[in-house]
DNA sequence: AGCACCACCTGTGGGC
DNA sequence: TGCCCACAGGTGGTGC
């Protein structure tokens, strides 16, 4: 579900919120839910601690603590909901409910449980076991000459299987990605190799106009993604591609779905070659 | 190195 | 109307 977007959308929402509370004692509706450490040391270890700040490396939300890190991947239907009054909105997707000795709570529900959270105790444990094949963020950690240079590394790859690699860089998505090569009137099929003068270019600054502009309008709710208030995104209502199969792009041409790196795909065959 | 497949889950929507 | 299959904002593993 959540692509860099969504997560930073949830990460300005939280910051505010958490920093500063300390955590109670946590309910775990489903144990496996957690990747490290086992869930009974978990549910041991978060009581006291407390919020220091909250940061993001592409699609991961790093709650740092005054003692460790909690890191949490939403994957497809994950979804945080912090409530004021500690009380759950819904029961049946709940996995996860992380009370605060104020009474307010962070719940986590996620439909198809692909979703994890993990609580290390250093920076050093968070790379080793959760960050170790994730690459620099595509927002916040890649300037222009960074991203041009691992692009050349990357000569037989195919842009859209790229921009979808975490190890690449990291926040990139399947709705993200689509519309950042629609913008650049790239062919998500196109090799690194065969891009010409100054499209690598043109890609980099799509790819930051288009995160921009999802976390300006509140992230992409194309189904079951909720901000951590419960809002809907905006997005959806810009895009240009992802989503619209047979529906005409704004050159007149109709919008074809494809398969490329295992992903649905859209794209213009008349503005994208 | 790159890619195609499968697995992990549950729900939904299109086609027949 | 109802059933079945394909597919869904992600990622990790396998094997070619």
Redesign the pocket.
Known sequence: ???LP?VEVIRRELEPLLTGKEFAGPVLHMP?TIGHPRPEEFSAALPGRRVKTIGRR??YLLIYLDRGILTI?L??TGNLFYAEDGKAREE??LRLSLPFTDDSALHYSD????GRLWLTETEEELQELVLK??GPDILNDLCREDFLDLLAK?????LK??L?D?GFA?G????YTDECLFRSGIDPNR?VADLKEGEAEKIYQAIFDVLKEGIEYG???????RNSSGALGDFQSRLAV?GRKDELCRCGTPIK?T?V????TYFCPCCQK
């Open positions: 579900m959540p692509e969504e496996s592409g699609k991947h994957r497809m049946r997707f439909m198809r449980r692909f094949k994730i990357k000569e037989r790859s195919r299987a790229l979808l975490q990291a990139m998505g399947n709705i090799r992230g992409t709710t194309f189904r079951d993604y992802y779905k398969k790196a295992g992903r649905g």
